[in-house]
Structures are given as C-alpha cells and as structure tokens.
C-alpha cells in the first residue's frame, strides 16, 4: 500500500463547477499537507500548505485537513479553464522528506 | 528574482551509460531537493543538499548520487543506466531545509529534465 493514494482521473468539469480533488494517506507521522499544481511540461508550483488538521482558505481554493480520518482535500470554486492542470498533494513529517501522491489530471471545459 | 533553472531540459541516453543532470537554485536558496517524476510512480523523492551537504535521502539505490557546489547549484548523477530510469527529473529549491517547514518557506521547482534511456 502507498502511504498516499490520489485518484489520477482524469476528471472532466465544466467551467464554473466546483472541485473536489482528495488525497488519502497511512502515515500518521504526517503533520504538513500541500499542494501543488503542474501545468503540462512545466514544474509543480505550490499552491497551499496546511499544517495539522483545518481548513485554510486562499481566494477559490480551499484546503482541508482531516487528520483523524488521514484524508486531505483541495476545493476549487468557480472553476476556470486555466485551473486546468494535474494536482499533486505533499506530505511531510518528522523523516523531514516529503511524500507526493501521483496527481489528478483536471480538465475544466469552457 | 530568476527560478530554478535546470540542464538539459532534454536528454537520451542508451542502457548502461551514465548522465549528469545539473540544477541552479533560486539565487539566496541553500537547499535543493531532487525528484524523479514518472506516471506510474508519480513525484518520488530522491535527495536534499544544504550547504554542500546531503541532508536526506530517499530510497533510491546507490547508481543516484549527487552533490552541491559552494554556491548551491547542484548536480545529479546516474550511472549504469537503466530503462526503468527514463522519467522526468525535478530540482527545487527553498531557502530552508525542505521539511521543516514553515509559514515563510516554498519549495520551488524548475522545469525538469526529461531522460530517457534506450
């Protein structure tokens, strides 16, 4: 079993729709949660961070952390045919090395 | 401020050889991390470097080495080149040690390298 698992899509919406991309993970050592986005042929850019359990907000995107139940989440409001791009999470912890689930291919159709 | 800039951006080598990658960091950045992307695997840790030093690693065997200049660019080396090598590889840089992590510190990552073994 990885010690994180992320749905690979690919997952198709159309623009305006709300979405939900999920990460769940085994490692409880885990107290940094991030994540990226990776536009084709590009490198990822760090789009949250979250440290411990909650929510953080930042303009149409918002991340959960649900430690209890090892499961993270990256909303995206109103979505834009720009947001369209693979979305990988991160987690770091005490090993001080970050583990990366294999991302979700997001396509938003104008 | 210039990003994290890596050479080649493209290479092919055949089975058995060896490569170097080669990474410049954000200028001010002590830390680099390296990552071998692949579709099946996805982002895979490989190393760390802070101040010259390997800081951490990942559980890649002993044909990945690596190594950090005195002004933080860094390269990688693969040798005895295998198919299963051919990936996308990933420098980052931040100013801090990759991990510990704090509210002020980003990885960021340059555009990678594309290698693939034949």
């Known amino acids: 079993q990885k010690e994180v698992e992320q749905d690979p899509g690919p997952l198709s919406v159309p623009e305006g729709a709300i979405v939900s991309l999920n990460c769940t993970y085994s490692?409880?050592?885990?107290?940094?949660f991030m994540w990226y986005r990776q536009y084709s042929r590009k490198g990822p850019e760090l789009l949250m961070y979250?440290?411990?359990?909650g929510n953080k907000e930042d303009g149409r995107f918002t991340a959960q952390v649900d430690k209890s139940s090892k499961y993270i989440s990256l909303f995206i409001r109103d979505s834009q045919p720009s947001d369209s791009a693979t979305y990988l999470c991160?987690?770091?912890?005490?090993?001080?090395?970050?583990?990366f689930g294999t991302g979700t291919r997001l396509k938003v159709l104008a | 401020k210039a990003g994290v800039t890596q050479t080649p951006r493209y290479l092919i080598k055949t089975r058995g050889q060896q490569v170097t990658l080669s990474c410049s960091p954000i200028?001010?950045?002590?830390?680099v991390s390296w990552y071998q992307q692949t579709p099946g695997q996805g982002l895979q840790f490989l190393f760390e470097?802070?101040?010259?030093?390997?800081?951490n690693k990942g559980n890649f065997p002993g044909r990945f080495s690596g190594r950090q200049f005195s002004n933080s660019r860094s390269e990688m080396n693969v040798s005895t080149l295998e198919l299963g090598d051919s990936a996308l590889y990933l420098c980052?840089?931040?100013?801090?040690?990759?991990?510990?992590?704090?509210?002020?510190?980003?990885?960021?990552f340059g555009p990678g390298t594309r290698l693939t073994v034949l």
């Open positions: 980052a840089s931040s100013s801090g040690l990759a991990g510990q992590w704090s509210s002020t510190d980003t990885q960021y």
């Open positions: 490692n409880s050592a885990f107290q940094y």
């Open positions: 979250t440290y411990s359990s």
């Open positions: 991160a987690m770091s912890g005490g090993t001080y090395k970050y583990i």
């Open positions: 200028s001010g950045h002590r830390s």
């Open positions: 470097y802070f101040s010259e030093t390997q800081r």
